[in-house]
């Protein structure tokens, strides 16, 4: 390696970071003095033809760092992890050895868009992926999210709940919960235009709520009237007060198209 310290620091890392659970607070700790080191030693953004060996430990620092972030729920970190290691997927790609978590990431990145509603990004991201089509359908850390945003797509929300359980690795479930949580509301909204009330079971089961505590806390959230002795939620309370708003603006509005067409054929 280039510093001595940087191959000891990294060693630390690997075994704090293989610990069952990993050592969070230890990895973060080393992560921060470990990139001030990639720096000094200029592989944290490679130019020209550095040592593969330095490149390989820093490509491993990143990826190692990009999950950390994942695990401790930081996801401007994970973007700033990802970003810096698009040089050793790109540029670098055909002169490093296979990297065994690089599908990993990619996968990770592209289930982040979807939850960000980036859709666009998506696609482009998923383009650009330096694998042929076929192995991108193969590869479970690809293939997941781009089931995923064909059944976000469909509608078919309950084949995204189902496939929770069935996540590649760990960290798949952070996105996947921030996904569904983004979905219910999709749905909440759906209810409150169609239904004046729903019986609670109901309401759980079209939310993906496995606990009554868990679909009253988002009853609660979205301002919900809950009859727990009649076993029902009512959402008339909201829905009546956009009642009262709305049609008069409609019919404002319409009074005056109304009025201007007549100006117009007089």
């Given amino acids: 390696m280039a510093q001595q310290n940087l191959a000891s620091q990294y060693d630390q890392l690997k075994r704090a970071f293989d610990a069952r659970p990993s050592d969070l607070k230890k990895c973060g700790s080393l992560l921060s003095q470990l990139k001030i080191r990639l720096i000094e030693a200029g592989l944290l953004l490679p130019q020209g033809q550095p040592n593969l060996q330095d490149l390989v430990v820093a490509r491993d620092i990143l990826e190692m760092g990009a999950i950390w972030s994942i695990r401790t729920r930081d996801i401007p970190s994970f973007e700033r992890h990802f970003a810096q290691l698009s040089t050793f997927y790109t540029d670098y790609s055909s002169q490093l050895p296979p990297s065994s978590r690089a599908s990993s990431i990619l996968g990770l990145n592209l289930i982040r868009l979807l939850t960000q509603n980036r859709i666009a990004d998506f696609h482009t991201t998923l383009e650009a992926l330096p694998l042929p089509p076929a192995a991108r359908a193969s590869d479970p850390f690809i293939s997941h999210p781009v089931n995923f945003e064909r059944w976000l797509m469909e509608g078919s929300y309950s084949k995204v709940w189902n496939a929770r359980e069935e996540a590649p690795a760990e960290e798949y479930r952070f996105f996947v919960d921030s996904l569904m949580g983004t979905i219910r509301n999709e749905i909440a909204s759906c209810e409150e235009a169609a239904y004046d009330r729903l019986p609670l079971k109901d309401a ?25 002795s009649g076993g029902v939620i009512h959402f008339n309370g909201k829905n009546e007060e956009q009642a009262e708003v709305m049609p008069r603006h409609k019919l404002i509005a319409a009074s005056l198209k109304y009025a201007r067409e007549l100006e117009m054929i007089v």
């Fill in 204 to 228: 759980a089961t079209l939310l993906f709520f496995n606990t009554p505590s868990e679909l009253l806390t988002f009853a609660k959230e979205r301002g919900w009237q809950v009859d727990l």
